[in-house]
């Protein structure tokens, strides 16, 4: 059943199922169809059926999928049926906003630890956490099994300290600051900047229609 | 041309290539092959040649795509052509690092408010612009033609901000609360959660693939 590869852009949906799979389930519903999931998660029914038919075909006719099944499925291919530590590299308004985060990410996945290279930001606080410095990183996290780090500092660091994670054996980043960073093909890297997603909603806007329309108009003239 | 429907993930692409297009401007670099594009941005080049092919045909077998016209081309697309006002509401660490980012963004889009409901926080600054009260929302988004909202309150507020924010006439939303919106279906709104990207990364993780040849190898010997 796992032994598929799983498209990107289906992974990247299995959280937004999980969420509200989870809502539902403290809700103590215990079945739920692909049409109620696509109403509230603004997705095509057939989209899916076709997403969890990954993990196997237990989606009932007229049942619908039994939820608590789903999140132990999902959970399982999102290896979040483990405990995931996290290390945080950049202790700015960005970070400090991401490790408020920590309260909401009910599984297992946890930031344990918090690094800056600026001096005066040793020692302090955030959210439990005591920033560390830089030289501290490579033995955190090879003592704490850390595996996945995010990356919040500025562009110009981000490819140094992408370096010091790889090279300290962290499998995977997240990364905010806005720059392409480069890493040995085994490492995963997902970019986070949200000037991507401010600039791709601006196709959205409404005037952006108008104008296709008024294109469409145009080509039909046209041909 | 631009009376095809761009589908989702294409336009979710446009801005990474966008952003790579212009640092390669910067540099003066007049023409990049799709190869070059793939390298840099780890895409297929055979998925970068459809995804530009939506914008006419014009990369040019061995010169490649034009850079200042591929430039255009997609700031078109992305309405970036044109001034789009964006107001934040929810000043906290995440607000203020967002606002942070109007230095990144080169583009016409900014940040030219920020809300919050807090009264200490009221009359503050962040970066330049000032804390404003909730009360002065409406009129703020209709004097000054404001089309994307973004929200950084705390997920049990944001649904009543998004309310605010609609019935104030914004088209867009970049919602960073976990939770999910209810909204008219002409409104677009993206998810901007950033627990979502951590738990799709976890799938990734090594042992995951570990645990899938596991299974394979189990599934072999079962079948």
Redesign the interface.
């Known amino acids: ?3 598929e590869k ?1 498209s990107e ?1 289906v ?2 949906r ?3 199922y ?3 799979l989870s809502e539902l389930q403290s809700r103590e519903v215990a079945t739920v169809s692909s049409q109620e999931l696509g109403q ?3 997705l095509n029914p057939a989209q899916i059926r076709k997403d969890l038919a990954y993990f196997g075909d237990f989606g009932r006719k007229g049942i619908g999928y039994d939820v608590a099944y789903l999140i132990e499925k999902i959970r399982h ?4 049926d ?1 405990r ?1 530590n ?1 290390v945080l590299v950049g202790a ?3 970070g ?3 490790s ?2 920590n309260t ?2 009910k ?1 297992n ?1 946890k930031i344990i630890a918090v690094f800056d290279s600026y001096t005066p930001k040793i020692g302090t606080e955030i959210n439990t956490l005591k920033v560390q410095p830089m030289e501290e990183l490579h033995s955190t996290i090879v003592n704490n099994n850390i ?2 780090g ?1 990356i ?1 500092v500025p ?1 110009y660091e981000a490819q140094s300290v992408a370096d010091q994670l790889i090279k300290s054996g962290i ?2 980043i ?1 990364n905010f600051a ?1 720059t ?1 960073l480069k890493a040995p093909p ?1 490492i ?5 900047d ?15 229609k108008e ?2 329309m008024d ?2 108009l145009t ?1 039909e003239v046209d041909h």
């Open positions: 059943m796992k032994s799983i852009a992974v990247r299995l959280p937004i999980l969420r509200y509230k998660l603004e291919i999102l290896n979040l483990q995931i996290v700015g308004n960005l400090q906003a991401l408020n985060y909401y990410l599984e996945l595996r996945i995010i919040t562009a499998e995977a997240l806005p392409i085994y995963r890297i997902h970019a986070a949200f000037t991507t997603d401010m600039l791709s909603l601006a196709y959205y806007l409404n005037n952006g104008e296709e294109d469409k080509d």
